[in-house]
Structure formats: structure tokens, C-alpha cells
């Protein structure tokens, strides 16, 4: 059955739950939607299941995905026989740029989109654009070791755009950044056109960059709304392992 959500949502998550093989229980009964072009944070004490549920998201857990499926991506159930369209769709940034990127030079990046059979000239050309998206025109014959770490989570942010991905899932996009890299990125990512669900500690981040917050701990999603409400919120806050970040304590609570 239908029910008019899929048409509107990007990412819908449907009573997801997980444990892994040791028998642990990462998530119980996860379900949210995104809207397209929503950029939404996903924040959680460590262990809290942020990890566990991104990698859910474009199919890299469980290891069989299961016979009804609980994540369905731009209107695209995740079954067996569609995670290379899934993942086409999802763009997976990595907290280690180190994990992504690979040893040759960005025009490397061209491998992406190589795989979904674009060919030249249109292949350098979107290469080309993608790194200009991400401010690094001009890069395309840098070596990744050669770059700084701000840069390189761009570079990996190029690739996934290359892919023309319709979600952007990103894990701690923030971390290890120096406060010119951190603001960079965050005014890149508001700029995108593309849907974010970003997993972060970076409280001020989520203030200034995304007006719905997701909070999930012990597995289970304990709240999920916009960002100034929970994040003033300092019982709520406290109850999670998190607190009420400097930037609020004296704003306006809305
Ligand atoms: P977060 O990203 O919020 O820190 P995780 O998704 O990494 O949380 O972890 C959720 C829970 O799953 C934690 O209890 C963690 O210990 C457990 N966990 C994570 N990875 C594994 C694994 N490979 N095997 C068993 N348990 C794991």
C-alpha cells in the first residue's frame, strides 16, 4: 500500500531493529522519514546505535537484508538484487576520509561515476564540476596524502556528489577539522541540494546547520524534532549522555 510518504521522503526507515552476531542489541524499532533536501542530525551518546543504523542505510548491514524490507531509499525498497542502485543513491561519507579515498589522484574520483558507465568527455567534466561544488576546482591532479583533512573529506564529499546521490549520509563530518575547515564544510553542506542525515557530537554544528535533530540511545529513537526544542531541552539532554550546548544557553529558546 502507498501512503503518499514515499513520494515526499528520500530515506524512509521502517521499525528497523538489529543485533549483531555477538547477540547485542544495536536498534529496536527505528522508523523516521527525511524529506528531500532536509538535513537532519543524528546525535547519541557512544553506543548509542549512530554508527550502526548509517551503515544500514545504503545496505552495508545486516549482511542479508531481509525479506521485508525496512529501509527504503527515494521510493527504492533495500532488497538483495538493488543495493548497487541503493547505494548509488545513498553517498556514505566516512568519518576517516583515509577509509575512502583512493591512493591515485583525485581524478580518481572519476571511478564512481565510472562505474555507473559515464564515459568521457562527460566524465571529467563531472568530476571537474564536483570538485568546484566542494570549492577544490582545480584539483583534480592532487594526490589524497598531499591534502589536508578538510580537504580530503571534501574530495570524498566530490566523489559522492559524482554519483549524483540522492542522500548523503555522514559520520562525524566534523571531527578532527581545525575551525576554518569545520566552517568550510559546514557552509558547503548548506549549500548542497541534496538531503543530509549527519551523525555527529558537534552540538553547535547541529544548531547552526540543521533545523530537525534525531536523538537515539540504547538503540531506540527517544526523540526526534526540531533542533532548538531538544537541544534546550536539558533534562532531556542529561537523560542521553548530552548537554545543551553553549550557543543556546543564552539565545532565545527558539
Ligand atoms: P554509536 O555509533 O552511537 O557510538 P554503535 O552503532 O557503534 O554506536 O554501537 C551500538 C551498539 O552496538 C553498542 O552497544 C556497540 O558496543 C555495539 N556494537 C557496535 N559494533 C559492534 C560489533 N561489530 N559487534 C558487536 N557489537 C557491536
Do not use: W
Amino acid at each position: 500500500m502507498r501512503t503518499g510518504l514515499e513520494e515526499l521522503s528520500v530515506l524512509e526507515v521502517r521499525n528497523l531493529g538489529y543485533c549483531y552476531p555477538d547477540g547485542r542489541e544495536a536498534l529496536r524499532d527505528v522508523s523516521f522519514a527525511l524529506a528531500a533536501n532536509e538535513r537532519a542530525a543524528l546525535i547519541g551518546p557512544n553506543g548509542a546505535g549512530k554508527s550502526t543504523l548509517l551503515l544500514h542505510l545504503n545496505g552495508l548491514l545486516p549482511d542479508q537484508p531481509p525479506a521485508t524490507p525496512t529501509v527504503i531509499v527515494d521510493g527504492l525498497p533495500l532488497r538483495a538484487d538493488n543495493l548497487a542502485e541503493a547505494r548509488r543513491r545513498v553517498g556514505l561519507l566516512f568519518q576517516d576520509p583515509d577509509d575512502q579515498l583512493l591512493p591515485d589522484s583525485l581524478g580518481g574520483r572519476r571511478l564512481g561515476p565510472m562505474q555507473l558507465g559515464v564515459r568521457e568527455p562527460e566524465l571529467s567534466q563531472r568530476v571537474a564540476d564536483c570538485l568546484a561544488q566542494v570549492g577544490l576546482a582545480g584539483f583534480a591532479d592532487r594526490l589524497p596524502h598531499h591534502l589536508s583533512r578538510g580537504e580530503k573529506r571534501r574530495v570524498c564529499l566530490a566523489g559522492l556528489l559524482a554519483c549524483e546521490a540522492r542522500l548523503l549520509v555522514l559520520d562525524e563530518p566534523t571531527s578532527d577539522l581545525d575551525p576554518r575547515g569545520r566552517r568550510l564544510l559546514m557552509g558547503l553542506l548548506a549549500q548542497l541540494p541534496v538531503a543530509q542525515l549527519i551523525a555527529t557530537h558537534d552540538l553547535e554544528f547541529v544548531v547552526e546547520s540543521c533545523a530537525r535533530t534525531i536523538v537515539i540511545d540504547h538503540g531506540r529513537i527517544v526523540a526526534d524534532g526540531p533542533t532548538r526544542r531538544l537541544l534546550n531541552d536539558e533534562a532531556l539532554m542529561l537523560a542521553h549522555g548530552l548537554e545543551r550546548p553553549h550557543i543556546l544557553r543564552h539565545a532565545h529558546p527558539h
